[in-house]
């Protein structure tokens, strides 16, 4: 096989590791060159990566169910020295590639896919130390963003999609003077015991997207506070349960000697939430649920999962469910 990259379509790169191509190509063709995957290195022995298939189904619906999907990082190849050849400065590559990074990026693109450009990082000649160092570079050395900053960048979308309005919910309940939750989420993930955006966000997205309040989602409805009117009865339906929770609960809540607004307790009192509202059940059965479980401290209900499906199990439990 015989892949050009035309001369216009690539330029080249040079680093302290030497010099590599950046060049675009469609996924067709990068998966036509591109046939074994790199994991990790055992005394540099290759190993092949092993594609993780729900990350590729979530991958593709993104690239093709999602109107600004986008990949701006560059795949990362590499290829042998007798692989590649020059013709009239166009680069031929003339055998299989090996994948640094994006082999699961690539493997939710369709096998024909044409009209989906993307960045490649072509590296030539590298000994499978340095390729191996590459791969341990871009998925160890470099630094994770925290979940809770990428999730307030929804704040500055203008259009409605589940992430929009979780966060659009999330941040009124942290802003309305009168919610439970005012001024307590930390947006940002900094603090060290307070409860942060991102378990908040992850959990109603997924009800947002799949499950309990799916249909309030799908719902039309008038706008409030940048939100619709589905969408609105979906903030009081926490407020309300939370001010609740609050009300009952009043010494442990926003105690950091308590676990209620620690994740450990956010967690299994928000799956409550879900299993009252799915049933039908009012949230005034709440009201006398405090003295029915043991105290909501760490000594009880640890860290570890058993001792958090207690929480949940004791709360059932005292709700006679």
């Known amino acids: 096989m015989n892949t050009t ?9 040079n680093q302290k590791i030497g010099s590599f191509f950046v060049c675009k190509m469609s996924p067709k063709i990068l998966k036509e060159i591109a046939k074994k995957d790199i994991n990790r290195y055992e ?3 290759e ?55 994006g082999q699961h990026r690539l493997s939710g693109f369709k096998e024909e896919e044409e009209d989906f450009e993307i960045i490649v990082s072509v590296y030539v000649g590298l000994d499978k130390f340095h390729q191996a160092m590459i791969f341990s570079n871009i998925n160890w050395l470099q630094t994770k963003v925290n979940k809770s900053l990428i999730y307030s960048l929804y704040w500055f979308w203008d259009y409605r999609t589940p992430e929009i309005v979780t966060y659009s919910i999330i941040a009124l309940l942290n802003t309305e003077q009168d919610s439970p939750w005012v001024g307590l989420i930390n947006i940002l993930g900094k603090w060290s ?24 989602y799908l719902d039309d409805g008038l706008d409030f506070t940048g939100l619709n009117k589905s969408d609105t ?30 994740t450990t307790g956010f967690y299994w009192f928000f799956r409550l939430l879900v299993y009252l509202q799915d049933n039908n059940i009012d949230f005034s059965t709440l009201k006398w649920i405090k003295n029915k479980i043991n105290p909501l401290t760490n000594e009880y209900y640890k860290a570890w999962w058993v001792g958090q499906k207690a929480l949940y199990n004791d709360l059932k439990k005292a709700l006679n469910l």
């Open 5 to 13: 990259i035309l001369k216009e379509n690539y330029f080249q790169i």
């Open 43 to 45: 005394n540099l022995d």
């Open 47 to 101: 190993i092949q990566r092993e594609l993780k298939s729900e990350r590729t189904k979530s991958i593709s619906k993104y690239i093709y169910d999602v109107d600004y999907a986008t990949f701006p990082n560059s795949f990362i190849i590499s290829v042998w020295n007798d692989t590649y050849i020059w013709d009239d400065w166009n680069l031929n590559i003339i055998w299989e590639a090996y994948i640094l990074d």
């Open 193 to 216: 015991w307070v409860l942060s955006l991102a378990p908040f966000f992850e959990e109603l997205e997924k009800e947002i997207k799949t499950w309990v309040f799916n249909k309030l």
């Open 233 to 262: 009865k979906l903030y009081f339906i926490l407020y309300d349960y939370y001010n609740i929770i609050k009300e009952n609960f009043n010494e442990e809540w926003w105690n950091k000697d308590y676990i209620l607004t620690k």
